[in-house]
T-cell receptor, first 115, second 113 residues
Framework: AQSVAQPEDQVNVAEGNPLTVKCTYS??????LFWYVQYPNRGLQFLLK??????LVKGSYGFEAEFNKSQTSFHLKKPSALVSDSALYFC?????????????FGIGTKLQVIP | NAGVTQTPKFQVLKTGQSMTLQCAQD?????MYWYRQDPGMGLRLIYY???????DKGEVPNGYNVSRLNKREFSLRLESAAPSQTSVYFC????????????FGNGTRLTVT
């Protein structure tokens, strides 16, 4: 069975500072990995994905994520946080093979950017 | 281009009542999903439909049924609502290719009293 862990319920960061939101995963074989963002009273929006290739993936709104196969991690990063980045962030994994249609999400990490 | 549209946005039910949550997408996607979101539990998959004519159970299917009416529409039915089904329900769709992201609707907030 595939799973995703987001170890931090909340991350606080000062505006202008770099941010990291952590994610680790467990899946058979090579995974597809995703990050989504959710603003209040809205559905999730896609930020970026890792398929294969470069371990550093760039996405929307200046976000990037670093894939580390040996640590089974896919941490979300941004060099300089904005107050408008405050939201709920979800990491997700989609396994290949027979279960590839199932997308499993972590429990989410609330990012609070302090002015 | 509306994307994924869910109706209704809000609903209050009494225990034992039934209702259907509607979802439609206009992106010609093959796969559609129903998730529920609860505090501290993230998103949990209720049912999904890999393609028109097929449906499969997710992690938490008990108390729910689904219908993939056609390629565009995927409905979720609660036959006899229970307070434990109080949640925010999200419909999502994707083209079905493994590397394609999910597109979400804005959710239905359901309260069962």
């Amino acid at each position: 069975a595939q799973s995703v862990a987001q170890p931090e319920d909340q991350v606080n960061v000062a505006e202008g500072n770099p941010l990291t939101v952590k994610c680790t995963y467990s899946v058979s074989g090579n995974p597809y990995l995703f990050w989504y963002v959710q603003y209040p009273n809205r559905g999730l929006q896609f930020l970026l994905k890792y398929i294969t290739g470069d371990n550093l993936v760039k996405g929307s709104y200046g976000f990037e994520a670093e894939f580390n196969k040996s640590q089974t991690s896919f941490h979300l990063k941004k060099p300089s946080a904005l107050v408008s980045d405050s939201a709920l962030y979800f990491c997700a994994v989609r396994g290949l093979g027979g279960g590839y249609q199932k997308v499993t999400f972590g429990i989410g990490t609330k990012l609070q950017v302090i002015p | 281009n509306a994307g994924v549209t869910q109706t209704p946005k809000f609903q209050v039910l009494k225990t034992g009542q039934s209702m259907t949550l509607q979802c439609a997408q206009d992106m010609n996607h093959n796969s559609m999903y129903w998730y529920r979101q609860d505090p501290g539990m993230g998103l949990r998959l209720i049912y999904y439909s890999a393609s028109e004519g097929t449906t499969d159970k997710g992690e938490v299917p008990n108390g729910y049924n689904v219908s993939r009416l056609n390629k565009r529409e995927f409905s979720l039915r609660l036959e006899s609502a229970a307070p434990s089904q109080t949640s925010v329900y999200f419909c999502a769709s994707t083209s079905g290719q493994g590397n394609s992201p999910l597109h979400f609707g804005n959710g239905t907030r359901l309260t069962v009293t």
